[in-house]
């Protein structure tokens, strides 16, 4: 059964295109210590059962899900009328 996790920052890439734009996600466990995970492994953890991903927007909450662009994988919310993205709205990671 996965796990579900809230993801509350993101470390963006030096790139301009949305579906590029995030590196690494992070969020907090249960203990209050800091995890992050690079965009490839929340993407194979989210394919392979282990994870879930949500995150809140405009005081709404969404699951994050996987999404291809020009064959490329990246994450992304379920539609929910925050834009830009609830990913792309998260403050930096520490």
């Known amino acids: 059964m996965a796990l579900d996790h809230q993801i509350l920052c993101i470390k963006r890439t030096t790139r301009t295109d949305p579906h590029e734009r995030i590196q690494t996600i992070g969020g907090l466990n249960p203990n209050g210590n800091r995890w992050r995970l690079t965009l490839d492994d929340a993407i194979a953890g989210i ?3 282990r994870w879930r991903f ?3 927007g405009g ?3 969404a699951w994050v899900k996987i999404a291809k662009h020009n064959g490329n994988k990246y994450l992304k919310t379920e539609a929910d009328k925050v834009h830009p993205d ?3 709205a998260l403050p930096d990671c520490p």
Do not use: P
């Open 47 to 49: 394919e392979d059962g």
């Open 54 to 56: 949500w995150t809140v």
């Open 59 to 61: 005081g709404e909450s």
């Open 86 to 88: 609830n990913l792309l």
